[in-house]
């Protein structure tokens, strides 16, 4: 059923037709606010009120034709042969080749193709390089350089309290951190007091796991008869984690299972002294661990059978493997990348590189580097070059080359940027030219020696207590730092990336200097971090091959004095004289004969036809 209406009217009945024009505002009402009414309404202050002009749209669906898709396999064979060619067939497929190119259109192609072709498509790659970039330089000079930059991401304390602090009521020093393998998400902190003779009661000898999404509380707590010094995980299972006692004694625990010990070494067995230094070695089995102790000792371990030592090392640098000349060990670093070397920082200064495939134990101290006044607290390999690695102690850090054997480090940082002592130092897992270090007076210093020579890019004030550890997670944005009372928080700083600089440095053209401080702070030419350690070595090298030219030409000097002083000219002349005589004596034997007329012995003329000593009258 259809519904339909129609409505009619005249035109004249619409009246005249609209003619719009442009008219300027005017004001038709005007009402004034009442303040009687005020006391009715609540002012709304800010107001918000959304409009909106955009077009209404429609959603539309289409349903377009389907493809139908199938799935079908081709079997491809050799073609291109005569139809009286088997392509099976070696004998005819060779014999038919051998017959195309004794044809002169096979040889034309050929030469076409080889020489004309070729050669052009060549010239054109040679005259014109298609990937050259033409604006690279604006580029660069258009991009900003990022300051380096930090900020405390996270307060690890025990409760609600308002300051970071040790669990305990007897505060600690944090001696030593080990992030976890899996994202870093945890952090063991080893908590220990190493003053001597520390009478204090009531110091706990625990220590704790941190997490960082819980930062109120420690995740596990790790429980020991003894003080733990060092603590570290296992790359490859991630739930064991060694430690190193105050007592000596080396442990480890299995997360999976609680806080109490998994297994201990003996006393009798282990260090004397407190270990210093405990890391995992990169075995087939992950069970395979050493440590070194100030008692001079460096020994190898397998957590499979801690009742003795699998191997043992004495650190004595004279190579007489006497336990009473041995320097005491406060620092151990190991590198995966350098299996069977690991360095050992004394308490007397020196730096000592071993090698753990030598077959006796003085051949194992392959080289002794000293240049500390004081006693190394750090030492670590660089991540993207072995052969370079830092120590930190007394008042420098330095940067060696175990190329460079006898001789000083290659660079250095200046007195007067460390007023107050260094305790520890790490390199950045990500870039080759970044170091940290940790001051006693609470400050963390990121040294950036291809941005900054003379002072630290970045000086963050972490704590009013000394830094006494220092540990970078595997990304490098976050560092973890441990004060002598126990405080971890405030060190947990996050680094921007700053690539733009890593890539320039100190330029060939410029002056060479054997420390970070002399140099020119803003570089002249891009050489790449290897190339400026290179350059140092190779300085460092012939100084001091210009160093043993001068001392052999003064010791040579100096004997040529001594034989003048010494000599006196009548022995002189009697060596001479008998010299000559023995030379004149052999000469005649060798002859077999006398000259005739001679007096033997004397080479004065003889007396002929009688005897000289007889009378004239006789």
Not at 57 to 74: C, D, F, K, P
Request: with cysteine; hydrophobic share 30%.
């Amino acid at each position: 059923m259809e519904l339909k209406f129609e409505y009619t009217r005249k035109r004249s009945d619409f009246g005249r037709p609209c003619s719009f024009s442009d008219h300027p505002a005017e004001v038709t009402v005007d009402i004034p606010p009442d303040p009687s009414l005020a006391d009715n309404f609540i002012p709304r202050d800010p107001v918000d009120f959304a409009v909106q002009h955009g077009p209404v749209l429609a959603l539309h669906e289409v349903n377009t034709e389907r493809a139908q898709v199938a799935t079908q396999g081709v079997n491809h064979v050799e073609g291109g042969w005569p139809k009286h060619i088997d392509p099976r067939n070696s004998e005819l497929t060779t014999r038919y080749r051998e017959e195309v190119e004794r044809e002169e259109s096979y040889t034309r192609n050929a030469t076409t193709l080889s020489l004309q072709l070729m050669e052009h498509c060549i010239r054109q790659n040679n005259a014109i390089d298609i990937y050259e970039e033409y604006f690279e330089e604006e580029e660069e000079e258009d991009e900003e350089e990022e300051q380096p930059s930090a900020k405390t991401i996270n307060v690890l304390r025990w409760g609600r309290s308002p300051e970071p602090q040790d669990p305990n009521v007897t505060k600690r020093m944090a001696t030593h951190l080990s992030w976890h393998p899996d994202a870093s998400k945890a952090v063991a902190v080893a908590y220990c007091s190493l003053d001597f003779q520390d009478s204090r009661k009531d110091l706990s000898f625990e220590s704790y796991i941190w997490d960082l999404a819980n930062p109120y509380s420690p995740e596990l707590t790790l429980k020991l008869s003894s003080p733990v010094v060092t603590l570290e995980y296992n790359s490859k299972d991630w739930h064991h984690l060694l430690g190193g006692c105050y007592n000596g004694q080396i442990v480890y625990w299995d997360t999976r299972k609680g806080g109490l010990p998994m297994e201990m070494t003996p006393v009798e067995r282990s260090h004397r002294d407190p270990v210093y230094g405990a890391c995992w070695l990169p075995s087939r089995t992950g069970t395979e661990c050493f440590s070194a102790s100030t008692d001079g000792q460096v020994l190898w371990w397998d957590i499979r059978k801690l009742s003795e030592p699998s191997e043992r090392l004495v650190l004595d640098i004279s190579r007489e493997d006497q336990l009473k000349n041995a320097l005491g060990a406060i620092s151990l670093d190991f590198a995966p990348s350098m299996p069977t070397k690991f360095l050992v920082g004394t308490e007397q200064g020196s730096i000592i590189s071993c090698n753990r495939d030598a077959k006796t134990p003085p051949e194992k101290i392959a080289n002794v580097f000293s240049g500390h006044i004081g006693a190394v607290y750090a030492v670590a390999r660089n991540p993207f070059f072995p052969k370079i690695f830092l120590s930190v102690g007394d008042w420098t850090a330095r940067i060696w080359s175990e190329e460079i054997m006898d001789s000083s480090s290659i660079m250095e940082t200046k007195w007067v940027c460390h007023t107050p002592y260094l305790l520890d130092g790490c390199w950045s897992p990500v870039k080759p030219a970044v170091f940290f270090t940790a001051k006693s007076d609470g400050t963390l210093d990121i040294w950036d020696f291809l941005f900054h020579q003379k002072d630290p890019s970045l000086s963050l004030k972490v704590s009013n207590e000394p830094l006494v550890s220092l540990r970078p997670q595997d990304n490098g944005r976050v560092i973890g730092c441990g004060s002598r009372l126990g405080t971890i928080s405030p060190g947990l700083c996050t680094l921007r990336k700053n690539e733009k600089t890593l890539t320039s440095t100190v330029g060939e053209g410029s002056r060479p200097s054997p420390a970070l401080s002399p140099a020119p702070p803003r570089p002249l030419s891009p050489p790449l971090p290897p190339q400026m350690f290179e350059r140092e070595a190779r300085r460092e090298k012939v100084l001091q091959d210009k160093h043993r030219e001068r001392q052999l030409r003064e010791q040579e000097r100096a004997q040529g004095r001594g034989k003048e002083e010494q000599e006196d000219p009548q022995e002189v002349f009697q060596q001479a004289r008998a010299d000559f005589f023995s030379i004149i004596k052999a000469e005649r034997q060798r002859r077999g004969q006398e000259e005739p007329g001679e007096v033997p012995g004397t080479g004065q003329p003889g007396h002929h036809g009688r005897d000289p000593t007889k009378g004239r009258g006789q």
